[in-house]
């Protein structure tokens, strides 16, 4: 069996998603207004039209304003390149839910939701002052 796993993402608009997507940095590329392919390191997540995705699922998407049906982690290289990242975030219309701060003394984190309320944690762990134990 293939080890690949694709992920598969309900939103309203295709070509804005893919639009929002490439300008935070993230490599996007749509068909037109009926899928989109997003490659994040050797992740790939697919887009969908709300209607298309509910019918390869066989049940309705999650209301994200009221529910949060997954949360992305991505590993950031350093606090530099999330403050940048949420920046970007921020001019391209998504929403920030977790400001860049630092949690415990070695890690710096931020959230944000994209276009259609998807949450999305970034996250860079200090692994030199990480607790021993």
């Known amino acids: 069996m293939s080890q690949e796993i694709w992920?598969?993402?309900?939103?309203?608009?295709?070509?804005?998603?893919?639009?929002?997507?490439?300008?935070?940095?993230?490599?996007?590329?749509?068909?037109?207004?009926?899928?989109?392919?997003?490659?994040?390191?050797?992740?790939?997540?697919?887009?969908?039209?709300?209607?298309?995705?509910?019918?390869?699922?066989?049940?309705?998407?999650?209301?994200t304003s009221q529910s949060a049906e997954v949360l992305f982690s991505l590993g950031a290289n350093s606090r530099e390149e999330i403050d940048e990242l949420i920046q970007k975030v921020e001019f391209a219309g998504g929403t920030i839910f977790g400001k860049p701060s630092e949690v415990d003394g070695w890690m710096y984190g931020a959230g944000f939701a994209d276009l259609d309320g998807h949450r999305w944690n970034l996250l860079y762990m200090d692994e030199s002052k990480m607790p021993k134990g």
Do not use: M, W, Y
């Open 7 to 63: 992920i598969n993402l309900p939103v309203r608009d295709v070509l804005r998603s893919t639009a929002f997507f490439n300008q935070i940095g993230f490599e996007a590329s749509s068909v037109g207004n009926e899928r989109a392919k997003l490659t994040i390191g050797q992740t790939t997540i697919l887009l969908f039209p709300n209607a298309v995705l509910e019918k390869f699922a066989g049940a309705k998407i999650a209301d």
